[in-house]
């Protein structure tokens, strides 16, 4: 699968970030804030300038931009604190812009206790037929701590709301290795998760970093945010391990190392990630990746700034990166091997050549000696242990991969 190969056929992706939430969560570590409302129909009016102009954008940087749109995805922040008519105003402009599929799969992130019967009628009426509740536990206390505004029942409402509504297609999110968090209080969040019957969950193991305010007081030996109740890496792990046995005994797979999906439900916005295919990233902090016009089969990733004041100004602030095919390759095996399907090594053998291939299958040798990969026929898959262990494994196909002198 080329990225060439798509030409003006292939269908684009639209992601749009949101960054405002009513508070900021400790383990948070994204480009979101607590902003005045005030902000709100400046933003709006910037991501749609930015819409407008996307066309122009494109050609500028030497990029292909499809008209066709069959996945947008607002993320966030918190999405759904947007008014009804910001929201209305924000569709109106995409669908003006593009061609979006009668079939597109339209996925809003929404906060539990933060849907007013207002914005849920402005999200039916743009055509959302896909909603993300980030949850995050459904233990009221560990909801609590880490900074969430919603209770379980809270949640419960929302989801019966939705599904009122006409959007059934609802996804959870679950983080593992909380404050406080047990494996007693897991099983409890587990259990009502199921009992939900929501067709798909994603399921997150807690990050250190110091992008996060309890990231920082981990790193730091603090207290504020219960840094020193957060479970250690084994527990996580163990909690992770458990979450796929328990959704895979409910009929709910695992696709991708953190998502789960009913058949049929897997996230289609997040699967053109995974599968290197177009997406065009507006708004605070948001990526874009598009094929270059030309023979040389380069792809343009961009980011926009994380700052919003400069975001809000029009300064068209973004760090670039032109993805020579060397650096494709590298994607190509650690973005489809997050894929429980893996990666299947004639069509990347087609896309790339055999010399690249070569080194590819050398790492692949060594880390399947080391019980973090497994080759099935012509498939490369993570193990159990690669799973847990993915962000070393991908590490090992930066550099290695690329023959001496080929990298451009």
């Not at 607590?34 to 129909?41: D, L, R």
């Not at 053998?349 to 291939?357: I, T």
């Amino acid at each position: 699968m080329m990225w060439m190969e798509f030409s003006q056929k292939q269908t684009l992706g639209i992601y749009i970030s949101v960054p405002f939430c009513r508070s900021k969560c400790t383990y948070c570590n994204f480009a979101s804030s607590v902003y005045p409302a005030s902000q709100h129909a400046l933003y709006v009016d910037r991501v749609t300038e930015d819409l407008q102009g996307a066309g122009a954008w494109a050609s500028e940087r030497g990029v292909e931009l499809p008209q066709a749109v069959d996945t947008i995805y607002l993320g966030g922040g918190t999405p759904s604190l947007l008014e009804p008519e910001q929201i209305a105003h924000l569709f109106g402009v995409m669908r003006a812009r593009f061609d979006v599929a009668a079939d597109a799969e339209i996925t809003v992130e929404c906060a539990p206790g933060q849907i007013s019967d207002a914005t849920l009628e402005a999200l039916a009426a743009a055509g959302v037929n896909r909603v993300s509740l980030g949850v995050q536990s459904f233990v009221d206390r560990e909801a609590a701590e880490s900074g969430r505004l919603h209770n379980r029942a809270i949640v419960l409402e929302d989801l019966r709301r939705l599904r009122a509504r006409g959007i059934a297609n609802l996804n959870i999110d679950l983080i593992a290795g909380l404050a406080r968090q047990t494996f007693a209080s897991w099983e409890e969040s587990l259990g009502v998760l199921m009992d939900c019957g929501v067709p798909h969950v994603s399921v997150y193991m807690l990050e250190v970093d110091e992008d996060s305010r309890l990231g920082r007081e981990m790193l730091a030996g603090g207290a504020r945010y219960r840094a020193g109740l957060v479970p250690g890496d084994d527990a996580i792990a163990r909690m992770y391990e458990r979450a796929i046995e328990r959704l895979d005994s409910g009929g709910i797979g695992q696709y991708e190392i953190s998502n789960f999906a009913r058949p049929g439900f897997a996230s289609r916005h997040n699967m053109r990630y995974w599968e290197r295919r177009p997406y065009l990233g507006l708004g605070l902090d948001a990526s874009s990746a598009l094929y270059a016009s030309g023979p040389e089969g380069n792809v343009l990733r961009t980011t926009t700034t994380a700052d919003l004041k400069e975001y809000l100004e029009g300064a068209r602030v973004e760090e670039t990166a032109l993805l020579s095919p060397d650096r494709q390759f590298e994607e190509a095996w650690f973005l489809g091997l997050r894929l429980n399907a893996g990666v299947e090594v004639p069509r990347v053998r087609a896309e790339f050549g055999a010399g690249r291939m070569s080194a590819g299958l050398r790492v692949v040798e060594r880390l399947v000696r080391e019980g973090l990969l497994v080759m099935e026929g012509d498939c490369v898959r993570l193990t159990s242990r690669g799973r847990l262990l993915s962000n070393d494994v991908f590490q090992e196909f930066l550099d290695v991969c690329t023959p001496a002198g080929a990298r451009a």
